[in-house]
């Protein structure tokens, strides 16, 4: 029986040279590898500035604090979402208020962001779910009709495109992240990328626990956090950003070779990629047809060597959110995608044959 993993980061000797390099060199924290990794990710997204951190959970907290959002202020942001999303607004006691997502890509649903707005709506978190892109000219519209400020949540969806538009150019922020299992990887990291010279000056502050850019090392403007990237982190980030598109185009064949298989069955739908859309593939996600089980078909696909996930549990029906008083929205298409939805086995260098019997063994669960 085979074992496929669930992910599998792509690294090779230019990685491990490169991390070697910066070993050797004595200089571990905030040196120049960090100041080219942002240079570079800031050309390559088409933004004035990029702020390397320790994650993309900080690099969203650091883009809400920043915005100056907290107790009082409303974020509308999707429940379909993975938890950082919620919990960027969260620390600063601001309140989430859940909207629903559209049947097609999983993203959030415009006209119902349009209807969950209140006079306390300051800001609309915008995720692209899956490295789809979210419906940025009907967001863009309402948060200038509303006068609002669009977060882009783009830590799935490093070189997607909206019409052209490399995500993380359109709002007041995006954020990227590198966990390993994303389309690049600086094992933990992420990337706040914006045009704005205030918020890039607040957030390079308050990664490094509140110093001034050129301030004495011991001298701090305000509270701030420890969301620095270290150097080792930053130069994997260098050396993986020179062959992402490559990474990109290895991923595109592996879901279109998904995509024509599950295309030939009636139990699942693929993923649909809308027109004027260049996906970035994070995960392959299909979902089922109405009627079937998923966990038990997650239990078989266990039991044949091949990982399965749900993607993704509603957050408005998570415990703690529950606890903080903030699950009542109904989201009727959220819950019922939800139920529905299955990231299967999914990497760079996933090989057809492999595909093939991932696709057999999910047939065979359904049938059984």
């Not at 004035?48 to 650091?62: D, P, Q, R």
Request: proline share 5%; charged share 25%.
């Amino acid at each position: 029986m085979r074992q496929i993993p669930m992910s599998s980061a792509e690294l090779d000797e230019r990685d491990f040279e490169a991390v070697m390099e910066v070993l050797k060199s004595g200089r571990i924290a905030l040196g120049p590898k960090t100041e080219q990794f942002e240079q570079m990710m800031a050309d390559y997204v088409g933004v004035k500035h990029a702020v390397a951190v320790s994650s993309g959970t900080a690099g969203l907290h650091l883009i809400v604090k920043a915005l100056g959002i907290g107790a009082g202020d409303e974020v509308i942001v999707p429940s379909f979402t993975f938890a950082a999303s919620v919990n960027a607004i969260l620390y600063e006691g601001a309140t989430p208020v859940f909207v629903d997502i559209e049947p097609q890509t999983y993203n959030l649903d415009p006209n119902e962001v349009e209807r969950k707005i209140t006079p306390r709506t300051k800001v609309v978190m915008v995720v692209d779910v899956f490295g789809h892109p979210a419906d940025w000219d009907a967001l863009i519209d309402i948060a200038q009709r509303h006068n609002l400020m669009l977060i882009d949540d783009c830590c799935e969806a490093i070189g997607a495109r909206y019409k052209g538009r490399m995500l993380g150019q359109m709002g007041e922020a995006g954020a990227y992240a590198f966990y390993p299992n994303k389309q690049m990887t600086t094992g933990e990291g992420g990337m706040i990328v914006t045009n704005n010279d205030e918020i890039a000056r607040l957030c390079r502050s308050l990664r490094n626990q509140g110093r001034a850019e050129m301030g004495a090392w011991l001298e701090h403007e305000r509270m701030g956090y420890n969301y620095r990237i270290d150097e080792l982190s930053a130069a994997l980030g260098v050396s993986q950003l020179q062959r992402l598109d490559t990474f990109l185009q290895k991923r595109e064949r592996v879901a279109q070779r998904y995509t024509e298989q599950i295309s030939r069955h009636d139990w699942a739908r693929p993923p649909l990629v809308l027109p004027d859309m260049t996906m970035s593939w994070f995960v392959y996600v299909v979902t089922l047809s109405k009627g079937l089980e998923r966990d038990p078909l997650i239990a078989r696909l266990a039991e044949m060597g091949v990982p399965a996930r749900g993607y993704f549990a509603p957050l408005h029906r998570q415990t703690y959110i529950q606890q903080m008083g903030f699950g009542d929205a109904s989201l009727p298409i959220t819950e019922e995608i939800a139920k529905r939805t299955i990231a299967l086995p999914f990497h760079n260098n996933l090989p057809d044959d492999d595909i093939d019997y991932i696709v057999d063994c999910l047939r065979q669960a359904i049938d059984s």
